[in-house]
């Protein structure tokens, strides 16, 4: 899922703003280069109240379990807490993508007449989340496949076939290069009591009582971390409920 937020300028009128709802509605319908399995964008009207979070749960490794366990843990947690009625959204914060590195031996590859660009091209048409640099510097050798994409794991990422021979012979991607499993490069840092962890951010839909879906992620969020493997916890850190209670 990818989600660009929009923000007008307050000072519109009515009409301005309409107008220029109108423009970005055909922006988005003039787009036609998007891939071939991704729905139609949709575009939504929110709320103030559908914008910003109303409260925040933590997924934390606090035994070393490992961040590709605790990711999937934090995004099992994602699916189960957005079935929940009136709650919008929950963004997932700190996670990193999987990545499939493919480093290539340049002299492997050369031996069976296959460029660079070649088993780049072949591993793209292959994998619809590919995502590679350019082959431009002469000392490059690797590539980068980002997401499951049609690969489920680097030995199958490695069977795939990158040239066939006259006799009937193939040439795999293990012949000619290594591919190594991991992450993509860090970008967001999350950290709960100075342990590493994923952060959910959790939105509402603009008709919810706060106060009480609160209660809701609050109870469903402590039956879920009782099932949970030893060192791996989840639980609510912060949310904006608790300032409106205040005010009632």
Same mark, same amino acid.
Not at 42 to 52: T, W
Not at 78 to 105: F, H, N, Q, T, Y
């Given at each position: 899922?990818?989600?660009? !937020?929009?923000?007008?300028?307050?000072?519109?009128? !009515?009409? &301005?703003?309409?107008?220029?709802?109108?423009?970005?509605?055909?922006?988005?319908?003039?787009?036609? =280069?998007?891939?071939?399995?991704?729905?139609?964008?949709?575009?939504?009207?929110?709320?103030?109240?559908?914008?910003?979070?109303i409260c925040m749960v933590a997924v934390t490794d606090e035994g070393g379990v490992g961040e590709f366990t605790?990711?999937?843990?934090?995004?099992?947690?994602? &699916?189960?807490?957005?079935?929940?009625?009136?709650?919008?959204?929950?963004?997932?914060?700190?996670?990193?993508?999987?990545?499939?590195?493919?480093?290539?031996?340049?002299?492997?590859?050369?031996?069976?007449?296959?460029?660079?660009?070649?088993?780049?091209?072949?591993?793209?048409?292959?994998?619809?989340?590919?995502?590679?640099?350019?082959?431009? =510097?002469?000392?490059?050798?690797?590539?980068?496949?980002?997401?499951?994409?049609?690969?489920?794991?680097?030995?199958?990422?490695?069977?795939?076939?990158?040239?066939?021979?006259?006799?009937?012979?193939?040439?795999?991607?293990?012949?000619?290069?290594?591919?190594?499993?991991?992450?993509?490069?860090?970008?967001?840092?999350?950290?709960?009591?100075?342990?590493?962890?994923?952060?959910?951010?959790?939105?509402?839909?603009?008709?919810?009582?706060?106060? =009480?879906?609160?209660?809701?992620?609050?109870?469903?969020?402590d039956e879920y971390a009782a099932t949970l493997p030893e060192g791996v916890d989840a639980e609510l850190t912060?949310?904006?409920?608790?300032?409106?209670?205040?005010?009632?």
């Open positions: 899922l990818s989600e660009i !937020d929009v923000e007008w300028d307050e000072t519109l009128s !009515d009409l &301005e703003y309409e107008g220029a709802l109108n423009d970005l509605r055909g922006a988005i319908d003039r787009v036609d =280069d998007l891939p071939e399995d991704a729905e139609t964008p949709i575009l939504r009207e929110l709320s103030v109240s559908e914008a910003f979070n605790l990711r999937e843990i934090a995004r099992d947690l994602r &699916e189960r807490l957005e079935r929940i009625p009136g709650l919008r959204r929950a963004s997932l914060r700190g996670g990193r993508e999987r990545e499939l590195r493919v480093l290539v031996d340049k002299n492997r590859a050369a031996q069976y007449d296959l460029t660079l660009a070649e088993i780049s091209g072949i591993i793209a048409r292959n994998n619809q989340n590919f995502a590679a640099g350019s082959f431009t =510097d002469p000392g490059a050798r690797e590539v980068r496949v980002r997401g499951l994409g049609n690969f489920v794991s680097a030995a199958q990422l490695a069977d795939t076939v990158v040239k066939k021979n006259p006799d009937g012979s193939h040439v795999r991607l293990a012949d000619v290069a290594e591919v190594v499993e991991g992450f993509e490069k860090r970008r967001v840092f999350s950290r709960h009591n100075g342990k590493p962890s994923i952060a959910l951010g959790i939105s509402k839909d603009a008709d919810t009582d706060i106060i =009480d879906l609160v209660d809701q992620i609050h109870a469903f969020v912060w949310n904006s409920a608790a300032y409106v209670a205040t005010r009632i």
